[in-house]
């Protein structure tokens, strides 16, 4: 069985997220639960390259950078409602 990923930008994940109706984030990262809209604000004021890159996929819950999602420490976020 073949398997496609739709990656998008974090910030197009988040949207995505917000739409079927999340409203909070957290992340493990820096153990910080986040309000998305805001979140989403904070993106747009920061100039990280690798948040602007295309490679996040949402699974449920879940929204993964796919360049590491196998990785000892994968960047993911946890989404709730």
């Given at each position: 069985?073949?398997?496609?990923?739709?990656t998008?930008?974090?910030?197009?994940?988040?949207?995505?997220?917000?739409?079927?109706?999340?409203?909070?984030?957290?992340?493990?990262?820096?153990?910080?639960h986040?309000?998305?809209?805001e979140?989403?604000?904070?993106?747009?004021?920061q100039?990280?390259?690798?948040?602007?890159a295309?490679?996040?996929?949402?699974f449920?819950?879940?929204?993964?950078?796919?360049?590491?999602?196998?990785?000892?420490?994968?960047?993911?976020?946890?989404?709730s409602?």
């Open positions: 069985m073949k398997t496609t990923l739709n998008r930008t974090l910030e197009a994940a988040l949207r995505d997220a917000q739409s079927h109706g999340y409203r909070t984030l957290f992340d493990p990262m820096t153990t910080l986040s309000d998305i809209g979140f989403i604000t904070q993106l747009s004021n100039d990280a390259p690798f948040l602007k295309d490679a996040y996929v949402r449920g819950d879940l929204i993964v950078a796919v360049r590491d999602a196998w990785g000892d420490c994968g960047e993911y976020y946890e989404l409602f």
